[in-house]
């Protein structure tokens, strides 16, 4: 009797040890899915702003402006 209660508390004791380095593991992959999706985020930024930048140099507007020679600045001072 007291063999078959030694070998159910080993086998709970193996239970939750598998039990908590699932959650460890559960864990770390939220991390890398959080980071993921942040770049994810970070990446769609930067494709708009290619594909703006992209639509301003096709614009049929910016083909018949001329090219900048001389450029005066104006200072304010207050």
Do not use: P, W
């Amino acid at each position: 009797m007291l063999s078959i209660i030694s070998l159910l508390i080993f086998y709970y004791v193996i239970l939750l040890n598998a039990n908590a380095t699932k959650g460890y593991e559960i864990r770390d992959l939220e991390d890398i899915q959080r980071q993921l999706l942040i770049q994810e985020q970070n990446l769609n930024v930067k494709i708009s702003e290619i594909e703006s930048l992209n639509k301003i140099e096709q614009d049929s507007m910016l083909k018949d402006m001329e090219d900048i020679t001389e450029t005066d600045h104006l200072v304010i001072r207050q």
